[in-house]
């Protein structure tokens, strides 16, 4: 069970969170002028990397707030956790 | 009110009965009202209307409660939970809509859909943590903190308020039967 | 009789005896003794039949490495299967019995296996039942009625098991030298300490010795020093409790096997630093029958002399490749028996062991091999051959010995298994002859045997090193902590015999055991190796070589060397397999801890949850809610009961309890634009005191949730969800404006629980209202169908939404939940005259199938589209939502994709039963097209004939076709395609 830090809450155990996949991917602002494959990889690719992952996690019960985790894929290696639109820390 | 209450007469006795026998109290607090109450701290003008129609203030730092005549928890950057008497709940609710009405701000009266239970005993601590992975080591959980999280299955806001060993657990109408077994059950 | 207990000594209390049954004899020991020690003072050596070849065994080790000695302890429900008879206290009454053996332990039938044993060789299973395939059912139910350790319980569980969650600064795993002093450091520098160890009392391995600490026996040292760490406030000492599995972030778990109402426990432990000291596990050494009842470990026979005063043999031969046997061989020496010889296959000789035992007179034979054991049910005699150090070839096995026990080690391997568990990798280290703990990956420390130091000052030194340095990086000072005085002998080291030469050729002697528990000998391995296995994972799952609760404890380093020595490898090279939790069994009992039964997941319960119960509805789960699902009078059946209420309700008057729909608030000045790109439909044309029929679709255009929702003001909604998907969706709302459009000014808040949801449907619902004394005008004009007005009822003030789930004319009622059951009460005195009828989800869905309304989750199931619904209606073309753009995607233009349609079976009388799949064509070949599929089927007593809903492709290009309904079991039904809305297709009634 992991132990991921809230930016608000601070550190608190897997079961408060959920996960929300990866993270830094934008919506696109216009979609209808997109082409099928455009839209397509936005919707269903995905980096999946071995090793360093930016993820999106919201603490469900607590602040229900949603933040940035950067997660070592292999190791489980937790290394920041992020308020969004503050960027990547560090 | 009351009728709920009366309707959880069987479940209070069962309360009464297991009190006695394993020296752990845990009281239905129908006395209190429950407010939640979103507003942003960067607003200007939030923070003093917020606090002067309350008349206490806001925690502002995460896992902390501040307490008055009302008990207000923090829940997040942006939201509150206050427990006030029941009679002064709709009230101040109406209060603070008003006061708050040029505010991005909202107010719920949520007495209804919440159960607040008050937890006291020296075996307090070790109860909540068979169901909870919160800290609640006297040094780590001290008066005045509080945080949301599961206890067994549910999603509660638990603070430690009036006591070493004392407790308010807050817990959905919805799960309070359950949480009251469970309670039941490893106490 | 205890015929092998030693007059004194010994840790057990003779002042307690204590009577246990073993297949089925009555015996005594005393308290303090395990299971084994208690059997082996019997002199009972015949404990159980092995795995796969029905062998005879007995006990082995005396801790958690004991491979044979695994019995079912109990019995009925109380029986706990998989349990080491070294790790079991004697307890008065206690009841065990062999888990293999038919019709008993000491006539198998089973033992046939043995005779042709060779026919039993690795892959037997795979090469054997593989033809035909058709028969493999036929063949696993066999295998696994021959297979298997023990028996598990029949009935449910009546003991109680529990989790706790814990916090500390340094967990130390092990309370032997070692973990003492590091628990004593950090226990002495105001920490919070947990100690866990698996044993009934501290001191792990100094509980077998007569070591000296400080001057003292080191056994009063361990009492010394485990009574001071206990009694600091912020330590926690744990016996009987194995740490069984190290996860992520030094999150630990430990079963405490505990006395008292709660049988097991389960710690769930956080740790800022862990130090692991486990300790060391003897390995056995590889001969001929090493295996036969009478061959023990070394440390084990120590232990049962020292520990436990039994005598596990008269006569013995021990055979050893280092030092630490001579110890045993002194222990058996002093208790009385006779030492026939050591048995030293390195031509040196031992330390300063070897020294004393010269002077007690035991016989040493250096240079000499044990190649095999005479005996079956126990051991007679053994076979002993000169030796030069080399392992090719075979051996001249000319000297017979007679014996009762054979005691023998090949060394110890550090317990790395939790080290390994927490993601590290094991280091090979030549010198020692086995793999210790690498580098660390986790915030722990290895300490002590478990980290390679075999000494008992070695041990002590560092334990506290590896107590201070977890001090120092958990940020506290370090204590003045003392190493004490302990001796440190003379050794001479280890010379690897990792497989003992035989008589014959390896491929043909008799079985060298390396895994004692799943039947492995060095032949299979070789075989393995000879038809192309060369990797170690591959031959662990062909040879099931460290499979089980095993997890190699004694067999993988001697079945790693064998195997690196067939494919002409190191053993680095070769390397380790991985060790996974748990270390030993866990109960099933203990991971469910307190969640069984009515706690098992949490049972949900609206405000008018104890009227339905004293009505006696019947009531089924969604989601976590416990919802009525049907209220039957006397003697009625589902059927009957949901017939009369679906008439009841389109006559005259239902009421049902709605409350658990997802409700949200929505408020702020971005609340349109936000509600815009979430819903499909347009939402800033809502008028103040508008409700609107809403769906969210997914960003692949997928039907997500649907729902009612208002608008309350201008910058104010209400949002219902379904019941299934509240939390997920109010989750969902959040994301989009948490991490895309941080700019909305928008809050949402869970009103749920809040507001307690009444409908009333029917005819005269209006009447009822209105005959409470409803504060608003409820006629069509003032109160169209999709409005929400403010009210009070009967004095209660409510919100009443003019919406409808049934196609009647009816109203939703939210109440403050602390008057819902007041104001139901009410509802229903009212409705009398109207002869008002309570109904559950099952009418709800009937009347909703009527009608053709979707729920979404039955009717669709995350590939269904709002156009596969036929809810184009419903899409805006004036603005973007989420979702909108994968509706022009080509596979969702497709015009044969699956499309909602009504069905009706041709009999006009079966109901066809959900799920049954689609066909057009009975005849058509295999594998047959499916059409779609039946989502919902009910019978209407409205209509008088059943009715279903199904996704048929090209559904509306069908209509009038009939299609074929399969379901397994059933006959095939004839069913026409037809429209989804079977009842009032013009809303006439709604709109009443």
């Known amino acids: 069970m992991f132990l991921i830090e809230c930016p608000w809450c601070g550190e608190r155990a897997e079961t408060e969170f959920s996960y929300g996949g990866e993270g830094g991917i934008t919506r696109p602002a216009e979609p209808d002028k997109l082409s099928d494959a455009e839209w397509a990889n936005y919707l269903f690719m995905r980096t999946n990397p071995r090793g360093a992952h930016q993820e999106l996690w919201n603490h469900a019960q607590g602040c229900r707030r949603w933040f940035g985790v950067e997660r070592d894929t292999v190791t489980y290696h937790i290394s920041r956790s992020y308020v969004l639109g503050d960027g990547v820390k560090d | ?187 | 009789m205890q015929v092998n207990r030693l007059d004194k000594g010994g840790r057990i209390d003779r002042s307690k005896p204590l009577k246990f049954r073993f297949n089925g004899k009555s015996y005594e020991g005393y308290a303090g003794d395990t299971l084994a020690s208690a059997l082996l003072a019997n002199n009972v050596s015949l404990i159980n039949r092995s795995f796969k070849l029905h062998r005879p065994r007995g006990i082995i080790g005396s801790g958690a490495e004991e491979p044979n000695a695994i019995l079912q302890i109990g019995k009925g429900a109380h029986t706990l299967p998989n349990r080491r008879a070294t790790q079991v206290a004697l307890q008065e009454g206690l009841v065990a019995r062999s888990t293999k053996g038919w019709p008993g332990v000491r006539f198998d039938i089973g033992a046939i296996n043995d005779v042709f044993s060779r026919l039993f060789s690795a892959g037997f299973y795979y090469k054997t039942f593989m033809f035909p395939q058709s028969l493999w059912n036929l063949y696993e139910d066999l295998i696994r009625g021959s297979a298997g350790f023990a028996k598990a319980p029949k009935k449910p569980d009546p003991d109680r098991y529990e989790h706790i969650n814990a916090h500390c600064d340094i967990l130390v795993a092990g309370a032997g030298p070692a973990g003492l002093m590091a628990a004593l450091a950090a226990a002495r520098s105001g920490a919070r300490v947990i100690l866990a160890d698996e044993g009934t009392e501290a001191g792990g391995a100094l509980l077998r010795s007569d070591e000296i600490i400080d001057g003292r026996p080191a056994t009063n040292w361990v009492e010394t020093i485990a009574t001071e760490i206990r009694g600091y406030e912020d330590v926690t000492v744990l016996k009987n409790s194995t740490v069984f599995g190290y996860f992520a972030q030094n999150f630990l778990t430990i079963t405490e096997r505990t006395e008292g109402p709660i049988r097991q426990r389960e710690w769930r432990v956080r740790a800022r630093q862990v130090v692991l000291a486990q300790g060391a596990i003897e390995r056995p050494l590889i001969f001929c029958n090493n295996d036969r009842p009478g061959v023990m470990l070394a440390s084990a026979v120590s232990e049962y002399i020292r520990r436990y005063a039994v005598l596990p043999g008269k006569r013995a031969v021990v055979f050893t490749n280092n030092d630490a046997a001579y110890q045993a061989a002194l222990d058996l020496h002093s208790a009385g028996a006779t030492i026939a010889a050591i048995v030293d296959s390195r031509r040196t000789g031992a330390g300063d062991l070897g020294e004393q035992a010269k002077a007690a007179g035991i016989p040493v034979m250096p240079g000499h091999i044990v190649t095999n054991v005479s005996g079956r049910k126990r051991v007679t005699g053994v076979k002993i051959a000169t030796w030069d150090g080399a392992t090719e070839g075979m051996v001249d096995e000319s000297i017979d010995i007679a014996c009762d026990l054979v005691t023998m080690s090949g060394g110890y391997s550090p317990a790395v298994h939790l080290h390994s568990q927490s993601g590290a990798k094991n280091a090979w280290d030549d010198s020692l002859s086995c793999f210790v703990p690498g580098e660390a990956v986790q915030a722990c420390e290895s300490a002590g045997a478990g980290n390679g130091r075999w000494s008992l000052r070695d041990c002590l030194e560092d334990g506290a090193r590896a107590g201070k340095v977890a001090l120092a990086k958990a940020g506290f000072d370090m204590p003045d902590i003392a190493v004490p005085a302990a001796s440190s002998q003379a050794v001479k080291p280890l010379e690897p015999l990792w497989r003992v030469p035989a008589a014959q050729d390896p491929d043909r002697c008799p079985k060298q055991f390396l895994d004692f528990q799943n039947d492995t000998s060095v032949a299979d391995v070789r075989l393995a190796v000879r038809e192309g296995y060369r990797n170690i994972e591959h031959v662990k799952r062909y040879t099931a070589l460290g499979f089980g609760t095993d997890q190699g404890k004694l067999g993988n380093i001697n079945g790693m060397a064998v195997l690196a020595e067939a494919l002409g490898m190191s053993i680095p090279e070769v390397g380790t397999t991985t060790f996974r939790p748990p270390y030993t069994p866990v109960s099933f009992g203990v991971c469910a801890g307190e969640s069984v039964g009515e706690l098992y997941d949490p049972v949900r319960k609206t405000a008018v949850h104890e009227w339905h119960e004293s009505s006696g509805a019947e009531f089924e789960n969604v989601g976590q809610w416990h919802r009525p699902w049907y209220f039957p009078l006397p003697g009625e059946d589902l059927d009957a009961a949901v017939a009369r209420e679906c008439l009841a309700t389109r006559k005259s008057l239902g009421i049902l309890d709605a409350s658990t729909l997802g409700k949200i608030d929505v408020q702020g000045p971005d609340a349109v634009t936000f509600l815009e790109r979430i819903y499909t439909h347009n939402v800033g044309k809502m008028q103040n005191g508008r409700c609107a029929y809403g769906i969210m679709l997914g960003e692949d255009g997928m039907v997500m949730d649907d729902g009612v929702m208002a608008r309350l003001g201008d910058n104010r909604f209400y949002l219902t969800t379904t019941t299934g998907g509240a939390a997920a969706v109010l989750g969902w709302l959040e994301s989009w404006l948490q991490t895309e459009w941080p700019e909305l000014e928008v809050y949402l808040t869970s009103i749920t629980d809040q507001y307690s949801t009444i409908a009333v449907a029917g005819p005269n619902s209006r009447r009822l209202l209105h005959k409470l004394s409803c504060s608003v005008d409820l006629g069509n004009e003032n109160f169209p169908f999709m409005s929400v007005h403010d009210a009070e009822l009967a004095g209660i003030p409510v919100q009443l939404f003019r919406v409808s789930f049934s196609g009647e004319l009816a109203f939703e009622v939210n109440v403050d939940s602390n008057h819902a059951l007041p104001l139901w009460q009410t509802l229903m005195d009212a409705g009398e005259e109207f002869d008002i009828t309570p109904y559950g989800t099952e009418t709800m869905h009937v009347l909703r199938a009527e009608k053709g309304f979707v729920i979404v989750g039955q009717d669709t199931d995350g590939s269904v589209t709002p156009i596969d619904l036929n809810m184009n209606w419903m899409l805006s073309k004036e603005k973007d939502y989420l979702g909108k753009r994968s509706l022009s995607r080509p596979d969702c233009l497709r015009t044969d994709r699956k499309q909602l349609v009504g069905l009706l079976s041709e009999d006009n009388t079966t109901v066809i039963p959900e799920g049954a799949q689609l066909i057009e064509d009975l005849s058509a070949p295999e594998p047959v097209p499916m059409l779609g599929h039946v989502s919902s089927s009910y019978m209407s007593a409205c209509l008088g004939h059943p009715i279903a809903l199904g996704l048929v492709a090209g559904g509306w290009n069908r209509k009038d076709e009939v299609v074929y309904a399969w379901a397994a079991g059933c006959e095939p039904i004839r069913a026409r395609i037809v429209s989804p809305v079977f009842y009032d297709p013009r809303n006439e009634r709604q709109n009443d």
């Not at chain 2, 309707?7 to 845990?26: C, N, Y």
């Not at chain 2, 206890?151 to 817990?171: C, E, H, P, Q, Y």
Request: aromatic residues 6%; negative net charge; hydrophobic residues 40%.
């Open chain 2, 1 to 187: 009110m009351t009728e709920w209450h009366e309707k959880r007469h069987g479940l209070e006795q069962r309360i009464a009965d297991w009190t006695s026998r394993t020296g752990f109290t845990i009281s239905v607090r129908d006395d209190l009202g429950h407010l939640n109450l979103r507003g942003d701290l960067g607003s200007p003008g939030f923070l003093a209307a917020a606090e002067e129609t309350i008349g206490q203030p806001l925690p502002q730092a995460p896992n902390t409660i501040s307490d008055g005549d009302s008990t207000i928890f923090w829940l997040g950057p942006d939201e509150w939970l206050i427990l006030t008497p029941a009679e002064k709940a709709a009230n101040l609710a109406d209060q603070l809509e008003s006061s708050l009405s040029n505010q991005h701000a909202a107010t719920n009266n949520v007495s209804g859909g919440q159960i607040a239970l008050t937890l006291t005993g020296e075996r307090v601590r070790e109860v909540l943590a068979k169901g909870c992975a919160l800290d609640f080591h006297p040094q780590v959980f001290t008066e005045g903190r509080c945080a949301q999280s599961g206890l067994a299955r549910a999603n509660v806001t638990i603070g430690s308020i009036g006591g070493d060993n004392k407790f308010l657990v807050i817990v959905r109408r919805s799960f309070a039967d359950y949480l009251l077994a469970w309670l039941d059950g490893v106490a």
